[in-house]
């Protein structure tokens, strides 16, 4: 059994030895990674990518973070292709084939029969003296010193230099097409990541009621008003559905500590006049920020200068964008 200070000591050195790696890969970047950047940018067809073991993991990644970026992408592992596989690659595709040693035999196999069909073929290879890299019209270099395994057999060092030389492929790729926020959020519409980038401040407002009341509204109408509701507030505002106020529950706490009698009082007497609000074409996560940077619950909505809903706290919870 390790001691804590070797485990820390085996982490630490495994960490360093996959960086080295990651450094050297970005030392060999050269005129083949960016003709295989223009290449795929102006390609009609799509990016197809191999590999077999491990490297067939890392391509499955690839394609993920492709398809994500806005460049269309499909994986083909190397054992399959060679059993019918092979039939998915159109004329225009582009081809990607990972390999650490680039003299598998099924990457062997392969590799002439990619060439045959006539496809860009770049090879992403840890050994440039092997049948891959030959045979490759482009090379992607992911050489490295060792594997972090004690025994240099586990792939470690090898994947970690094909997933950042992936990764550096696809951000180029991306930036290149301009792909900004609004293009990403077309493709992750799921999940909290997806509703960041396209809910509404609106979307939210929609699914609650519109609480509202005018300046002259009894304490009592208030106070109905806001249980009836349930979003512990109610907003005040003129016959043109412009907003004059808002009335919280703790507004009308502190109304009850600050009053011997509420009897004449009116909802005007007792109303923020300073409500934060947002516009309702805003992004729902505007909405969060504003709502903690003022250590609120409760957010108007607007549309213009007129009253389109209220936004709380929990809608924001409900939605996982918190």
Do not use: W
């Not at 820390?8 to 080295?20: F, G, K, M, N």
């Amino acid at each position: 059994m390790k001691s804590k200070k070797s485990i820390i000591q085996s982490a630490v050195s495994t960490l360093e030895l996959e960086a080295a790696a990651i450094l050297n890969v970005a030392k060999n970047i050269n005129s083949d990674f960016e003709k295989a950047v223009s290449s795929i940018l102006h390609g009609k067809g799509r990016v197809i990518v191999t590999g077999i073991g491990k490297s067939a993991i890392i391509a499955q990644k690839m394609v993920a973070t492709f398809n994500s970026t806005g460049t269309p992408a499909i994986f083909m592992h190397a054992a399959d292709a060679i059993h019918g596989d092979l039939g998915m690659i159109q004329v225009d595709d582009i081809i990607i084939c990972l390999s650490k040693s680039g003299n598998t035999p099924e990457i062997k196999v392969l590799t002439p029969l990619l060439k045959t069909a006539g496809n860009l073929l770049i090879g992403m290879v840890g050994e440039l003296n092997s049948f891959l890299a030959e045979q490759a019209d482009l090379i992607l270099n992911t050489s490295f010193e060792k594997e972090a395994c004690p025994h240099n057999l586990a792939p470690t060092t090898s994947t970690t230099a094909q997933l950042a030389l992936g990764d550096a492929l696809a951000i180029c790729l991306l930036e290149c097409r301009d792909f900004n926020e609004s293009d990403f959020a077309k493709y992750h519409p799921g999940g909290s990541l997806g509703k960041k980038l396209y809910l509404k401040a609106r979307d939210l407002a929609l699914s609650n009621e519109k609480p509202s009341i005018h300046p002259s509204a009894s304490v009592k109408d208030v106070l109905i008003e806001i249980s009836k509701n349930r979003l512990g507030a109610v907003v005040v505002v003129d016959s043109d559905d412009k907003v004059l106020g808002i009335i919280t529950d703790g507004d009308i706490r502190r109304m009850l500590e600050n009053n011997n009698s509420i009897a004449n009082l009116k909802a005007e007497d007792i109303m923020g006049r300073t409500p934060k609000s947002i516009q309702f074409d805003a992004l729902a996560v505007d909405a969060l920020d504003i709502i903690k940077q003022n250590n609120i619950t409760q957010l108007l909505v607007l549309e213009q200068n007129t009253y389109f809903g209220i936004i709380h706290l929990h809608d924001l919870l409900n939605e996982g964008i918190v």
